[in-house]
């Protein structure tokens, strides 16, 4: 069983922020308190565009909450 929670707006970070950085902003922005009453591992996923790439490069750690 999955739940998968995206928000629409890119407007979330700052230019330049790491990947890191939005793990972090998840944790201090406390998004995961939508989900209190799922009982399952809840993966954090925080990626990283780079927009200045023709490529569209990114990237992205994953970690447990």
């Not at 700052?14 to 990947?19: A, K, M, V, W």
């Not at 809840?42 to 447990?64: P, Q």
């Amino acid at each position: 069983k999955f739940i998968f929670q995206m928000k629409k707006s890119a407007k979330h970070l700052p230019d330049n922020q790491s990947e890191k950085g939005a793990i972090a902003q998840i944790k201090n922005r406390q998004y995961t308190e939508k989900l209190a009453a799922y009982e399952g591992n809840i993966l954090l996923v925080g990626v990283n565009y780079d927009k200045d790439s023709v490529e569209k490069k990114h990237t992205c750690v994953i970690g447990a909450w």
